[in-house]
């Protein structure tokens, strides 16, 4: 079975403070994703990667780095935390080739204060 | 890019009861199509995947219609039961190499009552 997993699963954090989420993934998959779920908007792609090194923006990057170290890591990195990136974020993780669904993980949610 | 619309955004019926989820999308390059359920604080897992080769697919106690020429993937759940009350979100992506972006739509919380 796929295993995804993200720490923390929970986080309170301050406005202007940095914060970083990470995923760890052991399906052994080149595709990594971070999302942002919010009511009303489904889920929104932020950043992913291709595989280790790679990092590239989805639709809605600004406000947000990330780091593929590994094939088996991926980071999500708030520099300078708003209140409106308050949310849950789920990472994923995927195959490269087309036809194959995504993995995710349990979440974290993220509250800034 | 691609964008997709899902519909309704709330739905409430009596178990036992037909519900039915409906998506439709806009780049006609779209191929693989798919259907999260997730419950209430939980992660998002897969429920079906669907190719473009592939008009209807039946699991359990669900069945899931493609029709390409409108862009409409729905989700029909045949005979709801209160297992079945989660939130429901419709996946669209195009076959590119290298990447698979998926488009999702905004989903539909579904209650089923007992």
Known sequence: EAAVTQSPRNKVAVTGGKVTLSCNQTNNHNNMYWYRQDT???????????GAGSTEKGDIPDGYKASRPSQENFSLILELATPSQTSVYFCA???RLGGREQYFGPGTRLTVL | GEQVEQRPPHLS??????AVITCTYTDPNSYYFFWYKQEPGASLQLLMKVFSSTEINEGQGFTVLLNKKDKRLSLNLTAAHPGDSAAYFCAVSAENTGYQNFYFGKGTSLTVIP
Do not use: A, N, Q
């Open chain 1, 40 to 50: 009303g908007h489904g889920l929104r792609l932020i950043h992913y990667s291709y």
């Open chain 1, 93 to 95: 993780s995927g195959e």
């Open chain 2, 13 to 18: 019926v009596r178990e036992g009861d037909s």
